[in-house]
């Protein structure tokens, strides 16, 4: 039978794995966060670009309109796939910690706990940031499938409503230029 003796566990050690455990959390984060503001920020600049192109009618090939956007639909996709694997890593995470220290907890007096919470509730916190931040892709993906039916619909009736920008159509004189003569 094998004996009951349990190695002694040293708290220095708990720590210390209760440490790395938030940094690693905190490399995660601040990773994740870098990447998103420049996804996002990609992605808006392309759309931009998209919805002024469209504006001055230079949208003509759908070839290219839906290779565009299928080009960032399935990049956004698997962005949101990306960011729901980094929550449940935290989730993951946070049941790490809190182990740790009711491990803490059970092997000292309780006037010694003097660990505090912050580390479980920074990857409660991420957990609800990556939840957020899929959000914000997923409505990427329906704005770039509206605009690509949009655009289509541009490209097959050039004369369609809102096809021009009602500003710039109403300035254009009776021999269809801008501005004072």
């Not at 708290?11 to 940094?23: G, I, N």
């Not at 990427?140 to 710039?168: C, D, K, Y």
Request: contains cysteine.
């Amino acid at each position: 039978m094998p004996s009951s003796i349990e190695t002694p566990i040293d708290l220095t050690d708990l720590r210390a794995q209760l440490e790395q455990e938030l940094d690693t959390t905190k490399t995660i984060a601040t990773l994740y966060v870098s990447w998103f503001t420049f996804f996002l920020t990609v992605n808006y600049v392309a759309l931009g670009w998209f919805t002024s192109t469209m504006v001055k009618g230079d949208l003509n090939d759908p070839i290219h309109l839906y290779a565009m956007t299928g080009n960032f639909v399935v990049q956004l996709v698997l962005g949101m796939a990306a960011s729901l694997i980094c929550r449940k890593w935290a989730l993951g995470s946070e049941g790490n910690s809190k182990a740790i220290l009711s491990r803490v907890k059970e092997l000292t007096p309780p006037e010694a706990h003097v660990l505090t919470f912050r580390r479980g509730h920074f990857a409660t916190f991420m957990s609800q940031v990556y939840i957020l931040c899929t959000a914000a892709m997923g409505f990427l993906v329906i704005t770039w499938f509206v605009m690509a039916l949009h655009a289509t619909e541009h490209g097959r009736n050039p004369h369609a409503s809102g096809s021009q920008t009602p500003a710039v159509h109403s300035l254009k004189g009776p021999d269809g230029t801008v501005g004072p003569k």
